[in-house]
């Protein structure tokens, strides 16, 4: 091998250039991968928040359409009662 022969040196600055890439490559898939955990992080929040909101409108919805408080407004706001047991017709059908 010569003392001035360009291939070793040509070669080394090809590794130092695939060095050199492969580590800001590392750098930037690194700092996507947290950008993305940290969105995961925030939906994971946000499912829990909506759950929570769910779980308190279903009991919301339970209160008011409970059957008492349907009997209570049809008795005073509508003025509503039971028939009486003579007027009820049951059809065996």
């Known amino acids: 091998m010569k003392r001035n022969d360009p291939l070793p040196l040509m070669l080394m600055m090809i590794l130092l250039m695939g060095i050199v890439t492969t580590s800001f490559l590392v750098i930037y898939y690194k ?5 993305i955990f940290s969105d995961l992080q925030s939906v994971h929040k946000l499912r829990h928040e909506l759950h929570i909101e769910w ?13 008492a408080r349907v009997e209570k407004i049809a008795r005073n706001k509508l003025n509503m009662h ?3 047991p003579d007027k009820i017709i049951v059809s065996r059908e």
């Open 31 to 35: 700092h996507i991968s947290r950008q």
């Open 55 to 67: 779980t308190q409108l279903l009991l919301e919805q339970g209160a008011w359409g409970s059957d």
């Open 82 to 84: 039971l028939p009486s």
